[in-house]
């Protein structure tokens, strides 16, 4: 196992690390402010759109594309410490055009797009001209068995009616999100994997309507926004779908290996952030007499979360090797365990350095509280952690099963 | 240790459980569309106001006051099970003007007002009619050392002249709060226990300004807010001084216990409830083929959740029973228990609920995510956690050093 | 709930306590050097009998019985305090006759026996001139789900003819273990609560074989012992049966109650011990500059540990209280409760004062290592903690079904 | 970072997986047959001696030593999952002779030995003809700070005349121990760093006496034994010296490294073969009518099991890669993460095993109890993990103050 990144992949984060310095984190206040004084709390900020320009005048573009010619053509493993720097600004995946769920919805376009598809929809994503959203979680059913799933898809003539209830629509709410990709039914009677289909939705088809952004610990997340959609009787023409009718299943699949490397390196840029803020206040302040930090109970917890972060950063990196070593579908125990370890991790490290900022650690004085809460989300999103540590547990039953000889289909469940 | 209730207190909380099942629990929806619907987000919901109104009538009404004739002559074991009740929804403790701080307020000028300030300031507060806050504390300095403390409040002729900082000043923001309490610095040169100070400021003061609500994770708390506010060059007569000059250490003692009780009793209120919607949900929705309660990984938060709140209840019964018993002094080692243990049972199970209702959970469809961010500040919240625990560790090795017949003073520190 | 001892209860707990400190510490050291220095590692070390003596002597035996007559006539609620203190030495329990799992089967044999049987086993047993053990957990099947129970018991004319193999047989290596409570199935065939049966098999009945001591982690816990034993047809005549054929499981119930107090209490006694003795040596040794307790990093230790203690002692006391007011059936819930808490919160505090020892934590310097032991085997011994974490959650989700207005029955399981 | 092993190194690793499960698994038994039937505890089984010339002759001999000529010529990173390997066995270290502390005092005399201490010691040891022990840690000081240090060394003539008293000196119970590496001061008045020496003591040197064993959680490990041993003007040629006066810390120091990899990865394999007994228990018992691994409870630490093992394994490699990388010093902040992190993760997962097994987890019929104190034992031994998050949090500290631009000696402490 070789995680050195290639010169090119070097050369980028060195790159990457430089900008964020001159020109992300200095924007971060700035940003703030301008989203305060914004009379619409849904638009986006300027700042943002000047920085997108500056990154793409620097080359720091769609950095997380394979495509050599659309993106940066860096593999899975050598994008992953850029995701994790740019997972340390709340703001800087924008700035990259490389924030979630775009750039999983990019690599989905790239990947399984007809030509037309990708001249519409793909090109004015990656020019970071328009925003995206995934449609898949729903309100009503246990998301955490997406065989669940009920959004309806019924063929008429040339097209598909669609008919369901969406949410947790990340970025939808985002002025320039102007298509979706929507995940539902079109047949149930087939067999479980093949009942579901992924379709293009334009966000401005009629009988779309994004009912509310539905708020994460207070949150509004605006301008990203994660909406609750009503789709009633959407027509769109079948030349919309992805791949081919009751194929859904096998995107999300595809789909799911890169983006979780993606979302859990971001999570330890997070961690990183949180600990490096930590530790600032832990030398600033004083109490009883010395420095905070000095009392030995906070060693635990930085020792603690230097290991955390190290050993999770690695993990992230042995599954980002091995997709491209074996492939996504081998890769599959690995991607699991980073969804299980990388936002669990953060969680507790950010805790920790709220603990160490007092009130201001749960105000909007630190980004800790929002950091929270962000991660704490994704130890429900793309499944709970339940569903991964099921089915990590399932592949260990599995092996032992047939080290010891016998068949798991035996063993009464 | 005797803690079951007195018979009037069996009647008070008879009377409160029904008063919630008829009439609080069925407005929570109602306020929470008044709240969404009003102009002012600071403006109070209506249907609190009509709550009040009914709560007087049925006479539960200032149930936390031991003063018989001005309320319900409680004591304080007597009336912990009733915040209990309280703390189960988010609109009640206002409904019977039992909120902190102002029940905490209230009982601080029970204690230590003269008449003239009681008048002024008592009566109002105990009719419901006008709300309090308390200016503890700073944003500058770390307050987990109350020494630490900056405000100055220089004597000038008759008055004091008040410049300070304060921030998490709660219920500030409601438009009827017209009452502050100040804790500041007379004498910085005393002895440090007796260098404070506490003092009445009418919140429509000259100098008084409220600079902005603090978030709590994204939650503003509006129409009650956490407020930062400056002093300058505030004004009051010496005569709005509680109890006396640079003993505001003293009362700040006086008040703390029965304040923690109550407190760490609506966090096992919030944590039943909390419990209460996990199980719901845990039987009303199905994944792989069974009830998501039926999948045992959920039998072990359950049961340790009800031996949590139960464990935690015992507690907090038990401090409150010594309070009476010996004497708030001596039931400090159990207060700083509670304090410690409460809202982080509570944040824990809180958190597995939120688990348990997926994506529903972090958002405003339950109250899950805001009692958790709730909880997690009073982590915080006079004091943090590793105060108390400092406190409580000095206790023991006191008392260890006490039998091996040391002076704890001797050990080298 | 009145959890103050009775008058009388106080008089034995303060009686005990200079018992304690009068005899039974001081005699740690002796006992454990005799039993070194003993050729034959399962006698018993003399100084136990001396101090059985001393004890009867001074009215402090039997106390655990509720019979006036033949023990001291205190109700669980009044005897739990001093299963406490007992706990605090390993050797105190078999001083006063109360130790485990003699005092259960006293009990039973009390409320079960005939007259014949008390009359050739509890008497003796009471005197304190034979030991018992109680034959139920087997080596061939899960023993957390107690219907696995393969103990063959048949009825040959007035005799029954057992078996069977048993293990954890605590107390059956003791050289003056002279009788075996045995819980077999006389009707595989019966519904699954009427199947089994106890019987009381003397030790020395031909076919019983002691095949093994078993150890817990290194501990032969000799001259006790934890024995595994077979049954190899077993002839005992058909009074030997207690209370009747098919209602083993109705006196497990009976039996349970109690016996868990006592243990829990003593697990806090050890709990309490343990901290006290982490609390010496924090103070008494040095590192990097001051006391290591004055390193804060123990200070969360020690506040916890004293937090769970006092929790955990509530709750079995509350427990000991309900089974008095409303019965031990009723008290079920609360029983189980006590049961996963007070070992795990023994064996965090105890692990805790091992790391504040180091290597002597570990060694025998320290009864700390033994007592961890003790108190892991206890999260499994009268079933493992998933048991009775399944109960409890199942009881919680009976409530909550029918606030919910739903039969339990009808979720899918 | 490429962790990837060298070609001798894969072939090394495979045949010693074959020769594991064609010879060692399967003498297990043997050994504690042997071990239970001796007439002394203290004798090695011969079995020992069998599979240690089987070994040799299979070339899987002293593959520790990163000699090409004195053993197998492999970077620590190379061996490291050879390490891993013995460590599934609780024999297979002594029979591939690259047991603890026997390879860390080969690798000692290898660096820092003259040659005739190499001639008298370390061939004997590499040929496995005696077994050495390190005496170090000390029963009357706290032996995380390593300065505490009592033990005399005084220079008389060509001679030291040694006295002290050690203890948990690991090996020295075995009957083929030879030779002791002893540390002790030579100048108690030197600076901190250079009052320490090594110096090498024959086991049969006059006033060495072996005390006792020291048990670990009631195990006596014999024929290893961790012994308390006093030395009483115990006198040896100042030619025994290890490099110089003043330069045992400097040889602990080099010494630590390559230790730590080999105990962390054994831990790990300790952990694996947990995890695979786990699995196998969980899936051939049942419970309320399933497999016990089928109740989801189990999945839960399956799946953290998989998870911490993994990363933690990653985490050593990188450990190991790093001291080849960028020499041992610059590694010093992994390798401490690395002895916090494996024994901690290796007693979370023995510890679920145990209790998968019920009572079989803590007596002898598995080896989990056994591997349970094993793993606890390295919380401590080495310094305990409180000495090892001091020094990674001021590292962490050291770096956020470079950042901040201060000057960490101006923190007060």
């Given at each position: 196992?070789?995680?050195?990144p290639?010169?090119?992949a070097?050369?980028?984060?060195?790159?990457?690390?430089?900008?964020?310095?001159?020109?992300?984190?200095?924007?971060?206040?700035?940003?703030?402010?301008?989203?305060?004084?914004?009379?619409?709390n849904?638009?986006?900020?300027?700042?943002?759109?000047?920085?997108?320009?500056?990154?793409?005048?620097?080359?720091?573009?769609?950095?997380?594309?394979?495509?050599?010619?659309?993106?940066?053509?860096?593999?899975?493993?050598?994008?992953?410490p850029?995701?994790?720097?740019?997972?340390?600004?709340?703001?800087?995946?924008?700035?990259?055009?490389?924030?979630?769920?775009?750039?999983?919805n990019?690599?989905?376009?790239?990947l399984?797009?007809?030509?037309?598809?990708?001249?519409?929809?793909?090109?004015?994503?990656?020019?970071g001209?328009?925003?995206?959203a995934?449609?898949?979680?729903?309100?009503?059913?246990?998301?955490?068995?997406?065989?669940?799933?009920?959004?309806?898809?019924?063929?008429?003539?040339?097209?598909?009616?669609?008919?369901?209830?969406?949410?947790?629509?990340?970025?939808?709410?985002?002025?320039?999100?102007?298509?979706?990709?929507?995940?539902?039914?079109?047949?149930?009677?087939?067999?479980?994997?093949?009942?579901?289909?992924?379709?293009?939705?334009?966000?401005?088809?009629?009988?779309?309507?994004?009912?509310?952004?539905?708020?994460?610990?207070?949150?509004?997340?605006?301008?990203h926004?994660?909406?609750?959609?009503?789709?009633?009787?959407?027509?769109?023409?079948?030349?919309?779908?992805l791949?081919?009718?009751?194929?859904?299943?096998?995107?999300?699949?595809?789909?799911?290996?890169p983006?979780?490397?993606?979302?859990?390196?971001?999570?330890?840029?997070?961690?990183?952030?949180?600990?490096?803020?930590?530790?600032?206040?832990?030398l600033?302040?004083?109490?009883?007499?010395?420095?905070?930090?000095?009392?030995?109970?906070?060693?635990?917890?930085?020792?603690?979360?230097?290991?955390?972060?190290?050993?999770?950063?690695?993990?992230?990196?042995?599954?980002?090797?091995?997709?491209?070593?074996v492939?996504?579908?081998?890769?599959?125990?690995?991607?699991?365990?980073?969804?299980?370890?990388?936002?669990?991790?953060?969680?507790?490290?950010?805790?920790?350095?709220?603990?160490?900022?007092?009130?201001?650690?749960?105000?909007?004085?630190t980004?800790?509280?929002w950091?929270?809460?962000?991660?704490?989300?994704?130890?429900?999103?793309?499944?709970?952690?339940e569903?991964?540590?099921?089915?990590?547990?399932?592949?260990?039953?599995?092996?032992?099963?047939?080290?010891?000889?016998?068949?798991?289909?035996?063993?009464?469940?």
């Amino acid at each position: 196992m070789d995680i050195t990144p290639s010169a090119k992949a070097k050369d980028y984060l060195d790159r990457l690390t430089v900008f964020m310095d001159e020109h992300v984190y200095p924007a971060e206040a700035v940003y703030q402010q301008q989203h305060r004084d914004a009379a619409d709390n849904w638009a986006i900020p300027p700042i943002i759109e000047e920085l997108k320009e500056k990154a793409r005048a620097a080359g720091l573009w769609n950095l997380f594309l394979p495509d050599p010619e659309l993106g940066a053509g860096l593999s899975v493993l050598d994008y992953a410490p850029m995701a994790e720097v740019t997972g340390r600004s709340p703001i800087a995946p924008d700035v990259f055009n490389c924030n979630a769920p775009d750039s999983g919805n990019m690599e989905t376009l790239w990947l399984y797009g007809t030509e037309a598809q990708k001249k519409a929809w793909l090109e004015p994503l990656l020019n970071g001209h328009i925003r995206s959203a995934f449609l898949m979680t729903e309100p009503d059913v246990a998301s955490s068995d997406a065989t669940n799933i009920q959004c309806e898809m019924r063929r008429d003539g040339d097209d598909y009616v669609i008919n369901g209830r969406k949410w947790w629509s990340s970025g939808a709410g985002d002025p320039r999100c102007a298509i979706f990709i929507v995940m539902g039914k079109t047949d149930p009677a087939a067999p479980v994997h093949t009942q579901q289909t992924m379709i293009l939705v334009p966000a401005n088809t009629p009988g779309v309507k994004i009912e509310r952004y539905v708020p994460v610990f207070g949150y509004d997340d605006a301008p990203h926004g994660h909406m609750e959609i009503t789709l009633k009787d959407v027509r769109v023409p079948a030349s919309n779908i992805l791949l081919g009718e009751g194929r859904g299943f096998e995107i999300a699949q595809g789909r799911l290996g890169p983006g979780r490397i993606h979302h859990c390196m971001r999570s330890i840029g997070m961690a990183e952030r949180a600990l490096e803020l930590m530790c600032d206040r832990l030398l600033s302040r004083e109490a009883f007499g010395k420095a905070i930090g000095m009392h030995s109970v906070w060693e635990e917890r930085i020792a603690n979360a230097r290991v955390q972060i190290e050993m999770t950063r690695l993990l992230c990196l042995k599954a980002a090797w091995m997709m491209g070593a074996v492939g996504n579908k081998a890769a599959k125990d690995e991607i699991a365990m980073i969804k299980i370890a990388a936002p669990a991790m953060a969680t507790r490290i950010i805790d920790d350095a709220i603990q160490a900022f007092g009130g201001a650690g749960m105000s909007d004085d630190t980004p800790l509280a929002w950091m929270y809460a962000m991660q704490r989300s994704l130890r429900l999103a793309d499944g709970p952690d339940e569903v991964h540590r099921r089915s990590l547990a399932r592949s260990e039953f599995k092996r032992a099963s047939q080290c010891l000889g016998i068949d798991i289909r035996s063993i009464r469940q």
